[in-house]
């Protein structure tokens, strides 16, 4: 946690942040994947900031609420899944493990010194740990329900395990380039704004 910072401070620049990632992943949308996922306007860089800024511990609670506004709003896609542990299982891979994981990303903040590094390794970490969860959960979840479905022809040529890389990889791609860029930057600017109202 940075110095000076009360802990009602930082619970006002949660909530903050919280609505400006809120904001980005729904209005911010550049693109949306027929099944779920999208392209946003760096949507995570608000929940890596405040796990850089002030901790793990307000990054991964802050994170675990995000997740559960991600599931709110993503309840339609979890609609056409027909089973009662497919539902549990897109709940937790799609959604709160997904989102909650960014929140750990503020690890890289003590062991790696050069701070623009350290930010761009985590952002990096969060949006692969995100990955692999989207990952698990087409494979496991996805996959016969857009088989069963016909909705992608895809599903007849290739394994699980594929569809899923091919899939998830269509937005998280771009995603991870855009939040990579993006998020450095961020932090960057609001650590000197920071400094220069001291």
Not at 35 to 40: F, M
Not at 61 to 74: D, F, K, R, T
Not at 93 to 107: E, K
Request: glycine fraction near 8%; charged fraction near 15%.
């Amino acid at each position: 946690m940075e110095k000076g910072f009360s802990k009602t401070r930082i619970l006002v620049e949660c909530a903050i942040m919280i609505a400006v990632a809120t904001v980005l992943s729904s209005i911010g949308k550049i693109y949306e994947a027929p099944l779920g996922g999208s392209v946003t306007l760096a949507s995570m860089a608000p929940m890596i900031i405040i796990s850089y800024r002030h901790g793990i511990k307000w990054g991964v609670e802050a994170a675990l609420l995000y997740s559960l506004i991600q599931l709110m709003l993503g309840l339609g896609s979890v609609a056409y899944v027909p089973t009662a542990i497919g539902i549990v299982l897109c709940v937790l891979l799609d959604y709160v493990i997904a989102f909650t994981l960014i929140g750990f990303c503020g690890i890289f903040k003590k062991p790696i010194k050069n701070e623009y590094v350290s930010v761009t390794v985590g952002t990096v970490a969060a949006c692969l740990g995100r990955f692999v969860c989207h990952l698990l959960s087409g494979a496991v979840v996805w996959y016969e329900i857009t088989k069963e479905g016909q909705w992608n022809e895809l599903v007849n040529r290739v394994g699980m395990w594929t569809y899923s890389l091919i899939y998830n990889a269509q937005y998280m791609v771009p995603e991870t380039i855009i939040t990579v860029i993006a998020t450095p930057l961020i932090y960057m600017v609001m650590k000197q704004i920071g400094k220069n109202r001291r």
